[in-house]
């Protein structure tokens, strides 16, 4: 064991010695970070949203080209050479390299989650299911980097083979761009790449329900990884001279691809295909958390019930489109039960983080009190205002509900960047003014904000006269809790009007 | 002494080409065993099978009492290697590297005494990448040393260094030899062979052509002492031939420089001299050399080698 963590040590000492390693290990993988930043700098949701496709781009950086790029560099140089006539077994040598390679990607992990949550990314849900995810994801990705190790010659050789998986890893495996907006022949051809199964273990416990969200990720991660580790110890090269094309036991090869089909196949036998617009991960609670999170109710409490009032808890988020009959009611109600937001406190309205887009920007804008529609916008507004006292998402249901779907009616065209965007806002606030009393619409506007994604998503307000149907419902939550904050910021006197 | 290599009848082949063809010798223990030969000879696939990079196709391999062949980690854990480049990462320390390869044995020497050995203690924390040719060959060497072992590998250790870093390794081989360490070393370089090993095997074609001191093999080989004088003016070339015991005869295109061979150098030189007076002409220069290493490795190898360049042999790339 001594010569595995000294080889570790030094290992690791060289990594961090290397200029060029540290600029493609950290630096790298930050400036996605920082792009994406002054793409949505307002809003903190999105950026939890694709932390999962962030530190996937990270460990495949790191696992596919940074390891065989110094293994294959290393062996050239006649280093591992120089290993081999030591009496050390290979396994060690090996295991040394996957942990290094492990710290070094982890520790890159680390800096890129610090770094989101500096510039207001909230706090991922399940920190430690993360880490075992991500332990995972590198695992994956290390086995996979070794293979590449094998197959590479050289050094150019591994830039050519790294790219030859990174770039479809990226575009058509679910890492860079989203699998719901991909056709559905590369959301099958997706379902053979492990990017796919890092995305969504990673981000299910970013910002969904952690392990028990993403089991078949992570088998499928874990089979991924043990079969290229296996691959990449038995086809180990310690010599430039072993070239591949004259090595003995290629074999080995067949486990590691045998892996990416089991996986594919197994997918596609339990119909892991297809990706929903609404099957996402919904976006997490929001920082300062004052409450607990919402007890588990297994029934639905009529609005006529309040007060008090419960709100629907649901399993997951889903997409009413067009909008249809909330699910059924369960009748007779239950006793009443105390709301789920009466336990809002002022602090935990004070405590919320009032940062907002301005209002005369292009997220989550909001007319001045006294400012009226263009003429040509004129008619949806007052179809608008005319229709929402009946509509029935707004009015059947209890408070919460009927609350969080009146600001969906602000955040839809929102969303889609209707021309009338600006507008509705202020007619959905007045409606609430109108509704509510201030001290009860202030807590459950608040207990919105702090449960973003409870509740379903209204994405579709043509029943109100405004045509148009918002194709991400997680945009639509966004901004609706967007809205929100900036209604309660004008209840509680943070902006005047 | 007990032997602490012996090499039987060892064969290794590439696809088409056989290598090694039923190599066989023995190394004493406290001897410094050269093994010559020219490029593509098979020498350093024997070495290579010596110390377990190469799998040999037959042959017994027996290293410090051990079957090389079916215990290659216990066999690595007596023997150290220099290989003719051993490559370090650029930002390694020679601290750390020691340090690094102590920790692959069970039986390991301090860096400091290695660092403090091979001179290099002002260098001891500087990284790989700013150490010299012979800094980084020393390393080498010290590398070999780690483990405290039975039995020395050197493969070509002075090839592709300059005239002052070889003699500092000279000097560091015949510490060496001077401790009692046994040492495997083969060269390009006859001369070094020829001054620091006790024995030398010669090594062509896959096959040994000779074994046994510099010496033995020189008195063996009968190759006679190489005469070479420039006069001021030409001479002809048969009267050159004439003179007692002269063969090999060799001139320039000027016919001022003259060399030869002789079996009997004293009344070859009376014939020299009496030559030069009767025709008037003067003796410019006179080099008498005996027989070396290079001669009977030349002789056994059957390479040719021009007279004008008399130190060099085959393979060598440019060095004195």
Request: proline content about 7%.
């Amino acid at each position: 064991m001594n010569a595995l963590w000294a080889h570790l040590g030094v290992s690791l000492r060289l990594h961090f010695r290397n200029k060029m390693a540290l600029l493609y290990g950290y630096l790298f993988p930050l400036i996605f970070l920082v792009a994406f930043w002054v793409l949505y700098r307002h809003e903190k949701i999105p950026l939890l949203r694709h932390m999962g496709e962030l530190l996937t781009v990270a460990v495949l950086g790191g696992a596919c080209f940074g390891l065989p790029t110094t293994l294959v560099g290393e062996r050239e140089r006649g280093v591992w050479r120089r290993y081999r006539l030591s009496p050390v077994p290979t396994w060690v040598f090996v295991t040394s390299t996957v942990l290094v390679r492990y710290l070094i990607i982890l520790s890159a992990g680390l800096v890129q989650l610090g770094a989101a949550l500096a510039i207001g990314m909230t706090v991922p849900a399940h920190p430690l299911d993360l880490w075992l995810a991500f332990t995972l994801v590198s695992l994956a990705f290390i086995g996979l980097g070794l293979v590449i190790a094998t197959l590479a010659d050289n050094v150019p050789a591994v830039q050519a083979l790294g790219q030859c998986i990174f770039l479809p890893m990226l575009i058509i495996g679910g890492v860079a761009v989203q699998l719901a907006s991909l056709p559905l022949w590369a959301q099958h051809v997706s379902a053979f790449f492990p990017g796919r199964y890092a995305v969504e273990a990673l981000q299910g416990c970013v910002s969904g329900r952690g392990f028990g969200g993403v089991r078949f990720s992570l088998l499928a991660l874990g089979l991924v990884g043990v079969a290229g580790c296996l691959a990449g110890a038995k086809l180990f090269r310690w010599d430039a001279q072993q070239r591949f094309a004259m090595r003995s036991g290629k074999l080995w090869l067949i486990p590691a691809l045998a892996a990416w089909a089991a996986v594919g196949l197994l997918a596609e036998w339990r119909g892991r295909i297809a990706i929903a617009v609404d099957a996402e991960p919904p976006p997490p609670k929001a920082p300062a958390l004052a409450v607990p999170p919402a007890p588990p109710l297994p029934l639905v409490i009529p609005r006529d019930a309040t007060p008090p009032s419960a709100s629907p808890v649901l399993p997951a988020p889903a997409v009413v489109s067009p909008l249809v009959p909330m699910p059924v009611v369960a009748k007779p109600a239950l006793l009443p039960l105390e709301p789920v937001w009466a336990k809002i406190t002022a602090k935990d309205t004070a405590e919320l983080d009032y940062n907002v887009p301005p209002d005369h920007g292009i997220v989550s804008p909001m007319s001045a009190p006294d400012e009226e529609a263009e003429d040509f916008m004129k008619d949806q507004v007052q179809s608008v205002r005319s229709k929402i006292a009946s509509w029935p998402p707004g009015t059947d249901g209890d408070d919460l509900r009927c609350i969080r779907n009146l600001l969906y009616v602000a955040a839809v065209p929102d969303a889609i960047q209707m021309p009338v965007e600006r507008y509705l806002p202020r007619v959905v606030y007045q409606h609430l003014l109108d509704t509510y009393p201030k001290d009860k619409l202030t807590k459950v506007l608040t207990y919105i904000v702090l449960h973003p994604e409870e509740g379903m998503v209204v994405d579709d307000i043509s029943d109100l006269g405004v045509e148009g149907t918002a194709g991400d419902p997680l945009v639509v939550r966004e901004r609706a809790y967007l809205y929100a904050i900036k209604f309660i910021a004008r209840l509680t006197g943070r902006v005047k009007e | 002494m007990p032997a602490k290599v012996i090499v039987q009848n060892l064969h290794k082949r590439y696809d088409d080409f056989e290598a090694v063809r039923g190599v066989s010798f023995a190394i004493e223990e406290g001897e410094i065993f050269g093994l010559l030969g020219p490029n593509g000879a098979g020498k350093t696939t024997t070495v290579e099978c010596l110390i377990g990079l190469r799998e040999p196709d037959s042959g017994e391999l027996e290293v410090c009492g051990l079957d090389a062949r079916r215990y290659p980690r216990a066999v690595k854990e007596k023997i150290g290697v220099a290989l003719q480049s051993t490559s370090l990462q650029d930002k390694i320390t020679p601290r750390e590297a020691l340090r690094l390869f102590g920790s692959f044995y069970s039986r390991r020497e301090e860096p400091a005494v290695l660092l403090e050995r091979f001179a290099l203690v002002e260098k001891a924390d500087a990284a790989l990448d700013t150490l010299s040719g012979g800094q980084r060959q020393r390393l080498a060497l010290a590398l070999a040393f780690v483990n405290r072992p039975e039995l020395v590998f050197l493969d070509e250790p002075t090839t592709g260094l300059d005239p002052q870093a070889r003699r500092e390794l000279h000097g560091a081989i015949a510490e060496m030899k001077a401790a009692g360490c046994t040492v495997l070393f083969t060269t390009h370089y006859l001369d070094e062979a020829e001054a620091l090993c006790d024995r030398v095997a010669i090594i062509d074609q896959g096959r040994m052509v000779a074994t046994g001191s510099p010496r033995e093999l020189m008195a063996r080989a009968a190759v006679w002492p190489t005469v070479t004088l420039a006069t001021s003016r030409a001479v002809a070339r048969e009267r050159w031939a004439s003179v007692v015991g002269v063969s090999d005869l060799w001139m320039d295109a000027s016919g001022l420089t003259v060399q030869f061979r002789t079996e009997q150098a004293t009344a070859t030189l009376v014939g020299v001299v009496a030559l030069l007076s009767a025709s008037g002409v003067d003796l410019v220069d006179l080099e008498v050399k005996k027989a070396s290493l290079e001669d009977v490795f030349l002789n056994l190898t059957r390479t040719r080698a021009t007279a004008a360049k008399p130190a060099r042999v085959v393979g060598e790339e440019g060095h004195a």
